[in-house]
């Protein structure tokens, strides 16, 4: 990757992580990020996005995490969040984040994440939210985008964190990473 390209793309990751930013003050942190995984029937592989991982993690009461780039002297760029929890307690909210990068999309795209849990025999999503949309890709570019979470439901057991990214006409084209958590 060119330096020029590797700038593209960490001004677009730094201009992701500030909207999220200023979103926070108004709806809850907004980072982003997402990955691929075998759930997504809806991608074919080595196109289009690719996520990289979703995670639920403490809110930082200081603010400091989420952050791109905030160990100094690096010599790649990097990503700071909370540790990655698998205990979500019901009623508690947490910092979603979902990482992914761009094979070859030019146009927008939106990114959101659900919890689904087998309920009486039925497969059913718990918690949903929109993270961000109407943004902008560009081939090669990486993403990192967070949000605070909606109250985890009173829904005791195992259940799976969703991350996801959509795109093309309508948002017809998808890619999902999923986690294993527990629900307290």
């Not at 009461?61 to 952050?67: D, I, L, Q």
């Not at 929890?85 to 979902?98: A, E, K, N, R």
Request: glycine residues 10%.
């Amino acid at each position: 990757m060119s330096s020029d390209s590797f700038r593209a793309s960490e001004v677009r990751v730094y201009a992701a992580l500030l909207v999220g930013l200023v979103l926070e003050g108004l709806s809850g942190l907004a980072l982003a990020q997402e990955a691929s995984s075998a759930d997504s029937a809806m991608l074919t592989v080595g196109t289009g996005f690719l996520p990289a991982f979703v995670t639920a993690g403490a809110i930082d009461p200081n603010g400091k995490v989420p952050a791109f780039n905030a160990v100094p002297g690096a010599g790649v760029a990097n990503l700071a969040v909370a540790i990655p929890v698998t205990l979500l307690t019901h009623g508690d909210s947490y910092c979603i984040t979902v990482a992914l990068q761009d094979n070859n999309v030019t146009g927008d795209y939106e990114v959101d994440y659900y919890i689904r849990q087998l309920v009486g025999g039925v497969m059913k999503t718990i918690l949903e939210q929109k993270i961000v949309t109407g943004k902008t890709a560009a081939p090669g570019d990486a993403y990192v985008w967070a949000i605070t979470s909606k109250a985890i439901p009173d829904s005791p057991g195992i259940a799976t964190l969703v991350g996801r990214v959509r795109w093309g006409a309508g948002y017809t084209t998808e890619a999902t990473v999923t986690s294993t958590i527990l629900i307290e």
